[in-house]
């Protein structure tokens, strides 16, 4: 392992002194205009006596209308034994209330021109309704009773359940989710965020009760943030929820808070076993910081700069330069408590090592050497604009306040995303790849052949079974 490390870096050296020469663009090109940030929505935000947070996003001018009951509690919180209890509960939801069938749902919201839908995160559970602006009041009547009052039917749990585990059959069937759900594990250790899906056995195992249970947990008016975008005065919507969702009271204890992650350990590199495979499936990675911690930022020009754009260095490298995979992926994905980051690529399996050690080369580069003021500048670009197209829409916005509010942030950050992103420095970003980019700090998974990628990896140290 110390002799590959050492080989990366001289490489990140030697790149320094041959840096890869930008393409040619056509003359005559415009400059590009300045980057404008998200206006910061007038959130009005208001407290029912009960608890539940409410916040009102009103804009005029388009007859729609989006509102969202965000609660914490999300796989993060499945009990131990019965991971994936997420993935039923946020199905079954759907399929009925005290009063209203699965049918009545949706024939009730399909009125007024209205679709509901139900997810989660690795913190939280989302109901969403979006439609016509002046079906707003029974949008919200639906909601809050799919909220309060679902009724669990026993055909509706064993379809979600049945779903679920055929769900689970086709995923592992691809040599890509083994990968994964082992990286994760590998990464956070017993940690919830380490595991990424049910098994056979908890599907097995789990019964309407415990649904019952998380539900009772997570829906509760004191950890809930009912979020409208739209078309909606505040005042209607405030005596609206207080019809609606004003009554409403917590069953028992609720959500735990989870943990922090656990600290980074030794660099690991784990083998997940595939005979026969023609391919390798590499993963590397490690946690990062969290979206309310001051390099949460720098790390995500850090990354794009690195790997997170088409044109960034890594894709140049192994996919432009060398031709070891098609469609390399690498993401700072966020959750409550920090980030993952994440490298993704299928490489041939005469050149797993090689792949491997040119990842290595470009996390190293980050930290030895400054970004050029046109990689910076193109990064900024990137996010600012990414981030400004994917809030266009109310829908997405809702969407992005939900996840603040679970994050702990405040509504302001939506207007403050792109100014702060501008505000990185080429010298925050060396800093923060020396941070946490370094290659002796991530974790390494790879699924496949091990006879026959076994020489590849051998140089960058002992490969370990994943468990």
């Given at each position: 392992?110390k002799?590959?490390l050492?080989?990366?870096?001289a ?11 930008p393409?040619?663009m ?10 404008k940030p998200l206006?910061?929505?007038q ?6 006596p ?7 996003v009103?804009?005029p001018?388009?007859?729609?209308v989006?509102a969202l ?5 999300g796989s993060a ?5 019965l991971?994936?209890l997420?993935?039923v509960l946020?199905?079954?939801?759907k399929?009925g209330?005290?009063?209203?069938s699965?049918?009545q749902?949706?024939?009730e ?7 509901l839908?139900?997810n989660?995160s690795n913190?939280?559970?989302f109901?969403?309704?979006s439609g016509l ?11 809050a009773?799919?909220a309060?009052?679902p009724s669990?039917?026993a055909e509706?749990?064993?379809?979600a ?7 689970l059959?086709a ?6 989710f ?8 590998a990464?956070?250790g ?13 599907y097995a195992a789990l ?7 998380a539900w009772?947990?997570r829906?509760r008016?004191e950890q809930?943030?009912l979020l ?7 005042r ?5 929820a207080?019809?609606e969702?004003g ?15 656990p ?5 690991k590199?784990?083998a997940?076993?595939?005979p ?9 990675g ?7 911690e001051a390099?949460?930022y720098?790390v995500q020009v850090a990354n794009?700069?690195?790997g997170?754009a ?5 894709v140049?490298n192994i996919?432009e330069d060398k031709?070891?995979t098609?469609s390399p992926r690498i ?8 980030s993952l980051l ?7 399996n005469?050149v797993t090592?090689g792949?491997?050690l040119?990842?290595f ?9 400054l ?6 500048a193109r990064a900024?670009?990137y996010?600012s604009?990414?981030f400004?197209?994917?809030n266009?829409?109310q ?5 992005t306040?939900?996840?603040?509010w679970?994050?702990?942030?405040p ?5 403050e995303?792109?100014?702060k992103v501008n505000?990185?420095t080429a010298?925050?970003?060396r800093?923060v790849?020396q ?6 700090s991530?974790t390494?998974v ?9 020489a ?6 002992k490969v370990?079974?994943?468990p």
């Amino acid at each position: 392992m110390k002799r590959a490390l050492a080989l990366v870096a001289a490489c990140v050296v030697a790149a320094a002194v041959h840096a890869a020469k930008p393409p040619v663009m056509p003359k005559d090109l415009p400059p590009y205009g300045q980057d404008k940030p998200l206006p910061t929505p007038q959130v009005v935000e208001s407290r029912l006596p009960n608890g539940l947070t409410v916040w009102v996003v009103q804009r005029p001018g388009f007859p729609k209308v989006t509102a969202l009951l965000a609660v914490r509690g999300g796989s993060a919180a499945d009990p131990a034994q019965l991971p994936g209890l997420s993935d039923v509960l946020t199905e079954t939801l759907k399929g009925g209330t005290a009063t209203r069938s699965a049918q009545q749902i949706a024939q009730e919201l399909q009125a007024v021109g209205a679709d509901l839908s139900v997810n989660s995160s690795n913190d939280a559970t989302f109901v969403d309704v979006s439609g016509l602006a002046a079906g707003l009041p029974t949008m919200l009547a639906v909601l809050a009773d799919v909220a309060r009052n679902p009724s669990f039917p026993a055909e509706e749990f064993e379809l979600a359940r049945a779903n679920a585990l055929q769900g689970l059959k086709a995923a592992e069937s691809t040599p890509e989710f083994a990968v994964d759900r082992a990286f994760s594990a590998a990464v956070y250790g017993g940690h919830p965020y380490g595991l990424i899906s049910g098994t056979e056995a908890s599907y097995a195992a789990l019964t309407r009760e415990a649904l019952v249970k998380a539900w009772q947990q997570r829906f509760r008016p004191e950890q809930a943030l009912l979020l409208v975008v739209g078309a909606a005065e505040p005042r209607q919507v405030n005596l609206a929820a207080s019809k609606e969702l004003g009554s409403w009271k917590g069953i028992g204890d609720g959500v735990a808070a989870t943990p922090a992650p656990p600290p980074l350990g030794p660099t690991k590199i784990l083998a997940v076993e595939r005979p026969g495979s023609v391919q390798s499936e590499v993963r590397v990675g490690r946690p990062m910081p969290g979206p309310t911690e001051a390099d949460f930022y720098p790390v995500q020009v850090a990354n794009t700069i690195f790997g997170g754009a088409f044109s960034s260095r890594l894709v140049e490298n192994i996919r432009e330069d060398k031709g070891y995979t098609y469609s390399p992926r690498i993401g700072v994905n966020a959750s409550e408590k920090g980030s993952l980051l994440r490298i993704r690529a299928a490489v041939r399996n005469e050149v797993t090592g090689g792949a491997l050690l040119e990842v290595f080369y470009e996390l190293d580069r980050m930290g030895a050497t400054l970004p050029t003021a046109d990689e910076l500048a193109r990064a900024k670009r990137y996010l600012s604009g990414i981030f400004t197209l994917q809030n266009q829409t109310q829908g997405a916005v809702a969407g992005t306040l939900a996840r603040y509010w679970v994050f702990g942030l405040p509504p302001a950050a939506l207007g403050e995303y792109v100014p702060k992103v501008n505000a990185v420095t080429a010298e925050k970003v060396r800093e923060v790849g020396q941070r946490y980019f370094t290659s002796r700090s991530q974790t390494v998974v790879i699924g496949g052949d091990v006879a026959k990628i076994q020489a590849e990896v051998a140089p960058f140290g002992k490969v370990e079974p994943a468990p």
